[in-house]
């Protein structure tokens, strides 16, 4: 038995950028009625607030939810009635210049740019900042259709990769890049979750949509943890019936 279910969250517990559905909300809460549960995506907080926390059925035991905002540099645990920060690691200002800087010239390099964008493309999230093709606001029918495959992603990661030594960079959700400070990526969220928590990483089981070699939820597995790869929030719900059943 696990005693913690991790979750990527875009494209595992919900769609890009969308708040859980209300299947997902009620079966996290009868997860957590049987183990933890984390959630660690890109994403900032508010985001996690407007996906996750808010979305989540008043029963829910949100004692033993952790979310994991920009890849795990933050953490949120829920305390005295409302959700507070453990911790927070931020880019300094000339970092984050360097690599606004590096993304300008990657997308010049590699030719990606779409006919049409929907808001910001660069988001600065302090620990972590986050391209995204389309734009913040671009509607899920136009993600889905721009990189499926993730290989317009994996031509802009390499070129950013050459632009940027010593920094992590992953794909994420279905348009996103994201950037954070060398070897943090999931791996390093979840061991920062292991430290937090004291729950070890064998005791750990990750859900993600993007458990191969490039994407941002892969790191989890080379870490060592037990995995399971989804295709959508439909079969994670599948999923988390039957963990629960096995738990019980």
């Known amino acids: 038995m696990k005693q913690l279910i991790a979750f990527d969250?875009?494209?595992?517990?919900?769609?890009?950028?969308?708040?859980?559905?209300?299947?997902?909300g009620q079966a996290l809460a009868g997860l957590l009625a049987v183990a933890h549960v984390a959630v660690i995506s890109g994403g900032d907080w508010p985001q996690f607030d407007k996906q996750v926390a808010s979305r989540l059925p008043a029963h829910a035991d949100l004692s033993r939810l952790w979310l994991m905002p920009t890849t795990g540099t933050k953490l949120y645990t829920h305390r005295?009635?409302?959700w507070s920060p453990v911790y927070a690691e931020l880019f300094d200002d000339a970092q984050k210049q360097a690599i606004l800087t590096a993304f300008d010239a990657a997308l010049e390099a590699t030719g990606f740019v779409p006919e049409q964008t929907w808001g910001e493309r660069i988001e600065d999230r302090g620990s972590q900042i986050t391209f995204s093709a389309l734009g913040q606001q671009a509607p899920i029918h136009a993600k889905e259709g721009w990189d499926p495959d993730f290989a317009k992603r994996k031509i802009i990661q390499?070129?950013?990769?050459?632009r940027l030594p010593g920094l992590s960079i992953n794909m994420g959700g279905a348009t996103s890049i994201d950037i954070?400070?060398?070897?943090?990526?999931?791996?390093?969220?979840?061991k920062k979750l292991r430290d937090a928590s004291g729950i070890k990483l064998d005791a750990m089981l990750f859900i993600g949509d993007a458990i191969f070699p490039g994407g941002n939820d892969?790191?989890?597995k080379a870490l060592g943890l037990d995995t399971i790869r989804v295709r959508d929030p439909q079969?994670?719900?599948?999923?988390?019936?039957?963990?629960?059943?096995?738990?019980?």
């Not at 954070?180 to 979840?190: A, F, M, P, Q, S």
């Not at 599948?238 to 738990?247: E, N």
């Open 9 to 24: 969250l875009d494209g595992t517990l919900a769609e890009s950028k969308q708040p859980l559905e209300e299947a997902i």
């Open 80 to 82: 005295n009635g409302q």
């Open 158 to 162: 390499a070129d950013l990769r050459r």
């Open 180 to 190: 954070t400070r060398e070897g943090v990526d999931k791996g390093y969220g979840l």
């Open 218 to 220: 892969y790191p989890a």
């Open 235 to 248: 079969e994670t719900l599948a999923v988390i019936d039957t963990i629960i059943a096995c738990q019980k």
